[in-house]
């Protein structure tokens, strides 16, 4: 949980810019105390960095609105619902393909968000807690409810083997799997072919598709501009693409049926990735 108590060690010129920035006030955060939070984000994230550095980087805005939900501030949770509500009902929907199970995906996400759970004195235990700015919010939110989707589809299908899967009498055949054996197929060649990218080009991957930092903000991070890392996040991921048909082929799934998967589940496919990322980051 990020509380804001601790060293601050934010130098006061910054600090003074980037709580003007996040409109923390509004929400009735105290100057001080959103300079601790900075200072909490940046010993936990990134202590080897520059802290000026480390924290120019962050959503500020984002920030300030998430600690304030976490805390149960009216005004901000106002904000919330009309910046990201329909949103995530959207995504979620587009996720499971589904109107019910997204909503219901969409409703757990709140739950979370809103808090299930209460700590001594009565206070929720809200998921916005643990929100850092790094990325924008709205990429943290759509990557909870990806890795949410991705846990209750693992859940669903623990006890059935990729190739019974396969082999399920008049469902499919190996050239024309189902749609539960190409999702395992598809999770599976995926992790593969990030398994065997190198640490660098994970890195690009997670901080332009998970962080969903600009162009130029990679490019500042790596000391190059912006148009080498556009070039070299086209090459990475043509590779990974081909490499996941490859991969899926190799299965014993045709070559055009591979090809497929990709251009008719690419939602499956953008789940996996950002789930791979996520759990390379939490390691």
Not at 19 to 31: D, N, Q, R
Request: hydrophobic share 40%; glycine share 8%; net charge neutral.
């Amino acid at each position: 949980m990020l509380t804001g108590v601790g060293e601050n060690s934010v130098s006061g010129e910054l600090a003074a810019r980037l709580y003007a920035e996040s409109e923390a006030a509004a929400y009735g955060i105290p100057a001080s105390e959103f300079a601790g939070l900075l200072a909490e984000v940046w010993r936990k994230c990134a202590p080897d960095r520059g802290q000026a550095e480390f924290l120019k980087t962050l959503r500020v805005k984002d920030l300030a609105l998430a600690q304030a939900c976490a805390r149960g501030n009216e005004k901000a949770w106002d904000c919330f619902l009309t910046c990201y509500r329909e949103k995530l009902y959207v995504a979620a929907k587009t996720m499971t393909r589904d109107e019910v199970k997204g909503r219901e995906l969409a409703d757990w996400l709140y739950a979370e968000l809103y808090g299930t759970r209460v700590a001594e004195g009565g206070r929720r235990i809200s998921k916005l807690e643990s929100f850092g700015g790094r990325g924008s919010l709205e990429g943290w939110l759509k990557t909870i409810l990806a890795q949410e989707y991705v846990n209750r589809f693992r859940r669903q299908r623990k006890f059935v083997a990729f190739d019974d899967a396969l082999e399920v009498p008049g469902q499919a055949d190996a050239g024309d799997p189902s749609l539960a054996a190409k999702q395992m197929a598809l999770e599976a060649a995926t992790d593969a072919a990030l398994a065997a990218l190198g640490e660098e080009e994970r890195f690009l991957l997670a901080a332009y598709f998970l962080d969903e930092r600009t162009l130029a903000e990679v490019g500042r991070m790596l000391g190059a501009h912006e148009s080498t890392v556009s070039r070299r996040l086209e090459k990475i991921t043509g590779r990974l693409r081909r490499d996941i048909v490859g991969r899926l082929s190799k299965s014993g799934i045709a070559k055009r049926k591979a090809e497929e998967i990709l251009e008719l589940d690419v939602r499956d496919l953008g789940v996996n990735v950002r789930e791979k990322l996520a759990q390379e980051r939490r390691a």
